[in-house]
């Protein structure tokens, strides 16, 4: 009986934060929208906008944006009632972090490098692929939003490993499923 309420309070906890972290990427996307701002889905969002579905919870909503477009963004989350969070000062050009109710999210900026790459903003030495951003719009749960081409996505997880990170086994799901997803295309 225990057991059948653990699943209960579990299930309701993930139906709650997915809810959650939906609303809020309608918002942002509506804002972003209305300021004429693009940015792209990464990490396991974007996974669940490539495949259409939700595959399972997230910690919070990963984006990526134009780094010219970082003062307008922070003045518009803020203005719409978001909550700007402190990044690690090795981060703070590269990312803005915010919070809405129990929802983080984090944007990344990237720019082109003095030779064209596209690269993530501080951070030259990290090339992206030249057909990281997605043209094309996916759909989850009646939500339009762009994504990260999954070769990317893929080698992000990649790189991670090899700069140290201590792979999650979320990480090592997330990698399956991108190759497949590679793969059918």
């Known amino acids: 009986m225990l ?8 299930h309701e906890i993930f139906e709650a934060q997915t809810k959650s ?14 300021f004429d701002i693009k940015f792209w889905l990464r990490g396991g969002w974007a996974i669940d ?4 579905k939700i595959t399972r919870l997230h ?3 990963d984006l990526v944006t134009w780094v010219q477009n970082r003062d307008r963004l922070e003045y518009e989350l803020l203005k719409a009632g978001y909550e700007k969070t402190q990044v690690k000062e090795e981060f703070c050009n590269r990312q803005s972090d915010f919070c809405k109710g129990n929802v983080e999210i984090t944007f990344s900026y990237i720019t082109r490098s003095d030779t064209g790459n596209l690269i993530l903003n501080g951070l030259p030495e990290w090339v992206w692929r030249p057909d990281s951003l ?21 080698e992000e997880k990649e790189v991670y490993e090899q700069i140290g990170r201590t792979p999650r ?6 990698k399956k499923i991108l190759q497949q997803i590679i793969d059918e295309t």
């Open 3 to 10: 057991g059948d309420r653990r699943i209960t309070i579990t």
């Open 21 to 34: 972290q939906l609303k809020v990427l309608s918002e942002i996307g509506a804002l972003a929208e209305g």
């Open 49 to 52: 906008f490539l495949l259409g």
């Open 59 to 61: 910690d919070d909503i």
């Open 134 to 154: 997605l043209p094309q719009t996916f759909m989850l749960n009646g939500i339009s939003a762009h994504v990260l081409n999954p070769t990317q996505l893929l």
């Open 169 to 174: 086994q979320k990480d090592a799901e997330s």
